[in-house]
């Protein structure tokens, strides 16, 4: 089965940084796009960033240009999303989502999502 | 901060046809990508429900389906049910500013 599983719940602090995990099982990670998009509470979904696993190429949404990283392990099933300078509207869930790699990128299966709360 | 709006909410009783607009621009809707359409019920990860503009994934029912005219795209429900009670968001990329996806600012469906 195909499925994205994401690490747990954070609670951090103001000006920490965080780090969110997915790994991919059931499909071959290399040549799928990974993508993170974030939901602050009762708002809109917000698409941060995508990797390649295969080259480890990064493209990243203007907004988190400065603070987000997003990595992936030497297996590529593990990517990585790490957000610096936390704010307390950083407080959001964070899902990856697979692509497929081009500009037509729709998300087809999801992480179940890691709550991060950023307090000070 | 979206470029691609949408109504905050629509209802309609059982069994009624709504619909669901995505208002983009040149750069996105309107330079031919392709709009897809997120369905999000409550406390879980959005599911992909429509792709390229009237594709639907297996396991997702014929009541749905979109369409796309100009630098707008809309997804319409016909038969409502209960079970169709959740945010709905439409997806798309936009070539400003480097190029990024952007997501609408999503409408919440409610069934009368």
């Known amino acids: 089965q195909m499925q994205l599983v994401q690490s747990g719940a954070e609670m951090k602090k103001t000006g920490s940084s965080v780090k969110v995990s997915c790994k991919s099982y059931?499909?071959?990670?290399?040549?799928?796009?990974l993508h993170w998009v974030r939901q602050a509470p009762g708002q809109a979904l917000e698409w941060m960033g995508w990797?390649?696993?295969?080259?480890?190429?990064?493209n990243y949404a203007q907004k988190f240009q400065d603070r987000v990283t997003i990595s992936r392990d030497r297996s590529m099933t593990t990517a990585y999303m790490e957000l610096s300078s936390l704010r307390f509207e950083d407080t959001a869930m964070y899902f990856c989502a697979r692509g497929s790699g081009s500009q037509s990128d729709s998300f087809d299966i999801w992480g179940q999502g890691t709550m991060v709360t950023v307090s000070s | 901060q979206s470029v691609l709006t949408q109504p905050p909410s629509v209802s309609g009783a059982p069994g009624q046809r709504v619909t669901i607009s995505c208002t983009g621009s040149g750069s996105n809707i309107g330079a031919d990508y392709d709009v897809h359409w997120y369905q999000q019920l409550p406390g879980a990860a959005p599911k992909l429900l429509m792709f390229?503009?009237?594709n639907r994934p297996s396991g997702v029912p014929d009541r749905f389906s979109g369409s796309k005219s100009g630098t707008s795209a809309s997804l319409a429900i016909t038969g409502l049910q209960t079970e169709d009670e959740a945010d709905y968001y439409c997806q798309c990329y936009d070539s400003s500013l480097g190029g990024f996806f952007v997501f609408g600012t999503g409408t919440t469906v409610t069934v009368l």
């Open positions: 990797i390649a696993p295969y080259n480890g190429n990064t």
């Open positions: 390229g503009v009237n």
């Open positions: 059931g499909y071959n990670p290399s040549y799928r796009y």
